[in-house]
C-alpha cells in the first residue's frame, strides 16, 4: 500500500511475474484495477520505476473518465 502497487513473483503461475495498480476515485474508492505481466526472466532486468509510472497515469486518467 505504501508504494502504490503490488507485486506477483510467479505466487499464480510459474514464470510470470506481475505488477498490479489499483484505480480509485478522487474519494479513495476502488473502482478496479491495472496489472501487467511479464515473463520472470524479464521481471529481473525491469526496474519498477520503469513501469509503474506509466500504469499510475493510466489508472488516473481511466478513474478521472469514470467518476
Known amino acids: 500500500r505504501t508504494r502504490g502497487y503490488s507485486l506477483d513473483r510467479e505466487e499464480n503461475e510459474a514464470d510470470i511475474c506481475c505488477y498490479g495498480i489499483p484505480i480509485v476515485t478522487d ?5 478496479g484495477c491495472i496489472s501487467v505481466s511479464i515473463p520472470s526472466y524479464r521481471f529481473e532486468t525491469l ?3 520503469l513501469i509503474v509510472p506509466h500504469m499510475k497515469h493510466c489508472a488516473e486518467e481511466i478513474a ?3 467518476i
Not at 27 to 31: D, I, S, T
Open 64 to 66: 478521472k473518465r469514470n
Open 27 to 31: 474519494k479513495g474508492q476502488p473502482l
Open 47 to 49: 526496474s519498477p520505476e
